[in-house]
């Protein structure tokens, strides 16, 4: 047993000195050293990398490093790093973490860096402007939902709400007869506001009018309730509990018709292989508006913390990665839409019909607003949305709890 | 006697009975994250209970050792979990020693000052914390996570190891004084091998401390070379579209280290040295 | 000094350095942000505004919802944590068990695996219409499958069944260990007396087990009641209608997701000193802090 000991000793002190050794290789300091992070999904990160290693192979002066961080924890993680003066030199991620870094003041004006030539060349929807600031230039448009359908079963996807409904009826049934339902109409993931947007905006509501001030107790936000309620019980033609990776599972499985979800989902069906087509999600009958998906861009914005010295070493990757090789590399893999002018033109997005498709619904989508109080409004809507769902509330009470919420939260956020 | 021999059966039957019920209930959920690692299209759920799923490829496998630089996450959390698995053995062993054996003015005092520091809900601590490592020049070092780890290991490691010496009769060490030892050499040559069992878990749990934890490992480690696979494995999670099948199979694969460990000590937690043969 | 007091310095001193120079900083850092108005707008021209966090903090009715649902969720979860992992030590350290290395590696697995994908797979057993636990109930117990996820009694239960599931090998190793400080005579001497199991299990068993077990119990209680992990994990961040929360969660959202940093920290504050009361209170009555000698 004293052997024991001792060997336990002998390996540990073994680990140490592996431990001490490895720390020693150190990389040539000479290297301007560049830190991104992001939080691209699988897919677009290996386009990143690669692109990345592309650009160092260029510039040997530069070492890239890039740095996954899920999207929630890229904000906290950034705000954390940023306020001490530290952090990354790009950071990457959704337009709406753009309102706290400008009150944190953590990210610099870009049109103060960049001359107006530069900027635009950009779609205009590519650019967030915020304040009186460009803070962010997009890579990416859209990161919007739209409908998925299965086209074996579904040849031909509905334009309005009712044929939505028909086609889902007919879809929504038991195959086996062991008496449990195994195919759906629609399913997607009903137990998170953001994908309640459609809805809302498909009845004519909107979270907020354009100063911030939630605008939750509206006739539409009632209806719209009540319509994704009746799709349950009363249409019947989606499942009874559905979240992400539900909706994810039936519609891989072939057991859905239909589906929303949006462009980060592409690549896992097409390796499911499922053959889909995507449309716009379906014209609500009685007011005849198209549901409005949040449209928001994904992009890159610059750390306040880069020193002049550095800068336009920045700069110049900055602008490597919203180039428009880079963004049509994006396109052709992942088939996300480009905010650079040139880029928009190529063929690789004219001639993709899931792009177009995507395009047409990002038409009559609405821009995510930028401002924090986006992120109170969520959490105000969130337990009323799923209470409705869970039949303990009705829908008008909902409407009014949802706006007595969310302006308790957007007071408490801005004392 | 052949009474209760047929008795003694009787209940090891029962046990049996009652151990591989209870076991197969607790390794299923375990069952479905194989299942998970084996589907081809990277489903976290699916519709059928089948635990072999239609399809079933190791591709996930494959991809976590070809595509991703796993085998060096394994080496960088292996490093640091054996450093912090070490120094937690080497303190708390002293530590708890010092609390089970003396009085001294301010005992009580540490004793649950120790608690104290665990008491305070983790998430708010790491914003200080991240300034306190920027001012230490400790970002992207070892050394950073490797003390905190430690010290979140400690405060358990060091209250066990000294209930673990409580119930050592201090009259083996006064024997041993009596010999010609000193109170160092008591403490290391006789009450040390005693406490093997407190040690293994100990030395466990110090390690399963750092083994697999992300939160402070992300702040703090920022260098693609530096990352643990409790980073590694985030990785392959994203917001909307984690990539389950890797995600799954690395977990599966990060858990062998530390069954490997708990079977190489628990020889030592269950083995026969224990207090009573060497009292005897 | 004197060669004593030079002994507990050398022994106590690195442990304890490491164990607070940690957290010391944190700990005031947070102390002085409770009384500040530390918060989105006011992230670095915050100022001293008194008790104002923790008014708040006391002045919400669901603090106190969510204080009991807190409290209802660590003693549910710390006990199943102990029975079961002292039951199942106990047996596995019968001697005249077979195959016990089997068992313990089985039993151990749900401690050694990341907690993210074991959680996120109870949480799809849960799942209403494809779930093994509602398929289970409706096929073998002929009974009516149970919305585990869309209620919050339900959805409450599920988080604290896969949290016991997590947890019990822990208790498990430590009882483990502990058994091993029992000698054996004690046991033999009480067979020839004509002991029942019971009266051994309660005179010989629980008083050895009791210096072990009391620190891993106090600081199960301490995690669990601070385990922001599972609860968010299994409910998919306080579904149904954030009726799964506990105290921590709180802390988290009003930090992460509005920016309210003196209001987070002020409840961090109550939290903790909550976890001291109810800290202290059980040691005393395990009697862990005294001395044997």
New interface residues.
């Given amino acids: 047993m004293k052997h024991a000991v001792k060997s336990f000793f002998t390996f540990t002190s073994f680990v140490i000195f592996l431990l001490l050794f490895s720390s020693c290789s150190n990389e040539n300091p000479q290297k301007v050293r560049i830190v991104i992070w992001h939080q691209k999904p699988p897919g677009e990160r290996e386009v990143l990398e690669s692109a990345v290693k592309k650009y160092m192979e260029l510039h040997p002066e530069v070492k890239v490093i890039v740095l996954y961080k899920e999207t929630e924890e890229l904000r906290s993680a950034y705000i954390i790093s940023a306020v001490a003066g530290k952090g990354p030199d790009i950071v990457y991620g959704p337009s709406d973490q753009i309102g706290p870094f400008e009150i944190l003041q953590i990210i610099k004006p870009l049109e103060e860096i960049f001359d107006s030539t530069f900027i635009d060349q950009f779609d205009p929807r590519g650019l967030l402007w915020y304040k009186g600031h460009l803070y962010q230039i997009g890579d990416q448009i859209g990161n919007h939902l739209f409908l998925l359908y299965n086209k074996k079963l579904v040849p031909k996807p509905p334009k309005t709400m009712s044929e939505l409904i028909e086609i889902g009826k007919k879809l929504t049934k038991d195959i086996d007869g062991d008496g449990k339902i195994d195919q759906y109409g629609l399913v997607w993931n009903y137990t998170e506001p953001f994908f309640f947007i459609p809805f809302l905006t498909g009845f004519g509501g909107w979270v907020m009018d354009s100063l911030g001030n939630p605008t939750l107790n509206t006739e539409a936000t009632v209806k719209a309730l009540n319509f994704v309620r009746e799709l349950r019980d009363k249409y019947k033609i989606i499942p009874r509990e559905c979240d992400y990776n539900t909706a994810d599972a039936l519609f891989k499985e072939g057991r859905a018709g239909m589906l929303i979800n949006g462009p980060w989902s592409i690549g896992g069906y097409k390796k499911a292989g499922i053959d889909f087509g995507i449309a716009r999600i379906p014209k609500v009958d009685e007011t005849g508006l198209w549901p409005a998906p949040m449209v928001a861009i994904k992009g890159y914005s610059i750390n306040v913390n880069v020193d002049e010295e550095k800068l336009p070493y920045v700069v110049d990757l900055f602008k490597y990665l919203v180039s428009p090789e880079v963004q049509l590399e994006h396109t052709k893999v992942l088939g996300t839409i480009p905010t650079h002018k040139i880029a928009l033109e190529n063929e690789i997005v004219k001639n993709d019909p899931l792009i177009q498709a995507s395009i047409s619904q990002m038409e009559v989508g609405k821009p995510m607003p930028v401002v924090p109080e986006l992120r109170a409004i969520w959490d105000a809507m969130r337990p009323y949305y799923q209470a409705v769902l869970g039949g303990t509330m009705n829908a008008e009470k909902a409407a009014e709890e949802m706006q007595k919420l969310a302006l308790k939260k957007i007071e408490e956020m801005n004392e | 006697m052949d009474k209760n021999r047929a008795k003694?059966i009787l209940v090891?039957a029962l046990?049996?009975v009652?151990?591989i019920v209870?076991?197969l209930v607790?390794?299923?959920?375990?069952l479905?994250?194989i299942s998970?690692s084996l589907r081809?299209?990277?489903?976290?759920?699916?519709?059928s209970?089948r635990i072999v799923p239609e399809n079933a490829s190791l591709n996930s496998y494959v991809q976590l050792f070809t595509r991703t630089p796993f085998l060096r996450w394994l080496l960088n959390s292996?490093?640091i979990s054996?450093?912090v698995?070490?120094t937690g053995?080497t303190?708390?062993s002293?530590?708890g020693?010092?609390?089970?054996?003396?009085?001294?003015l301010g005992?009580?005092a540490?004793?649950?000052?120790?608690?104290?520091?665990?008491?305070?809900?983790?998430?708010?601590?790491?914003?200080?914390?991240?300034?306190?490592l920027?001012k230490l020049h400790l970002?992207n070092?070892?050394l950073g996570v490797i003390?905190?780890y430690?010290?979140t290991a400690?405060?358990?490691c060091?209250?066990?190891m000294?209930?673990?010496y409580?119930?050592?009769p201090?009259s083996l060490e006064e024997a041993a004084m009596i010999d010609g030892c000193n109170?160092?050499q008591a403490f290391y040559k006789v009450v040390?091998?005693l406490a093997?069992?407190?040690l293994?878990?100990t030395?466990?749990?110090s390690f399963?401390s750092a083994w697999?934890e992300y939160v402070v490992a992300?702040?703090v480690l920022?260098?693609?070379e530096l990352y643990t696979l409790?980073i590694g494995?985030?990785?392959?999670?994203?917001?909307?579209?984690?990539?389950w099948g890797l995600?799954?199979a690395g977990?599966?694969i990060?858990?062998i280290p530390?069954?490997l460990l708990?079977?190489f000590l628990?020889r030592?937690?269950?083995?026969g040295?224990?207090?009573?043969?060497v009292?005897? | 000094m004197n060669r004593k007091n030079l002994f507990i310095l050398v022994f106590l001193l690195p442990a304890i350095l490491i164990m607070f120079g940690v957290i010391v900083y944190p700990f005031i850092y947070n102390i002085i942000l409770s009384f500040s108005n530390m918060s989105l707008r006011h992230f670095r021209d915050w100022r001293i505004v008194g008790l104002r966090q923790y008014v708040k903090v006391f002045s919400e009715n669901t603090f106190y919802v969510v204080f009991l649902k807190t409290l209802i969720w660590t003693f549910v979860n710390v006990t199943f944590h102990v029975v079961i992992g002292v039951f199942l030590a106990l047996l596995l350290n019968r001697k005249s068990l077979k195959f016990k290395p089997v068992f313990r590696t089985l039993l151990i697995l749900p401690w050694a695996i990341p907690q993210v994908i074991t959680a996120l797979t109870w949480r799809s057993m849960f799942n209403y219409e494809y779930g093994a636990i509602n398929i289970f109930i409706a096929k073998y117990l002929n009974m009516s499958p149970v919305e585990w996820l869309l209620r919050p009694f339900e959805a409450f239960t599920a988080c604290i069944i896969t949290n016991i599931w997590l947890g019990f090998p822990f208790m498990m190793v430590v009882a483990l260990g502990g058994l091993q400080s029992i000698p054996n005579e004690l046991y033999e001497a009480a067979d020839i007396d004509g002991a029942s199991a019971w009266q051994k299990f309660k005179n010989i068993t629980v008083p050895f087990l009791r210096p072990v077990m009391a620190p891993a119990i106090t600081l199960g209680i301490i995690w669990t009641f601070n385990n922001l992990n599972i609860v968010w994990l299994v409910s998919n961040g306080g579904e149904p209608s954030d009726q799964t929360h506990i105290l921590v969660s709180y802390v988290y959202k009003a930090a992460f997701n509005l920016y309210r940093y003196g209001y987070a920290a002020a409840l961090s504050v109550v939290i903790f000193f909550i976890l001291l009361v109810i800290g202290i209170y059980f040691l005393k009555k395990t009697r862990a802090v005294e001395s044997v000698y």
């Fill in positions: 003694k090891d046990i049996y009652f151990l209870f076991t607790v390794i299923y959920p375990i479905n994250v998970i081809p299209a990277d489903k976290l759920l699916s519709t209970l292996t490093l054996a450093v698995m070490l053995v303190l708390a002293t530590a020693y010092a609390l089970s054996r003396f009085r001294f005992k009580k540490v004793m649950i000052g120790i608690l104290i520091t665990q008491m305070f809900p983790a998430t708010m601590l790491l914003l200080p914390l991240y300034i306190m920027i970002l070092s070892y003390i905190i430690t010290s400690l405060p358990f060091v209250w066990q000294k209930g673990y409580d119930t050592i201090v109170q160092f040390f091998p093997l069992p407190a293994v878990i030395a466990l749990f399963m697999a992300a702040q920022q260098e693609p409790a494995l985030k990785q392959f999670e994203s917001s909307m579209a984690t990539e995600y799954a977990s599966l990060v858990s530390a069954v708990f079977l628990s030592y937690l269950i083995s040295l224990t207090l009573g043969s009292k005897g």
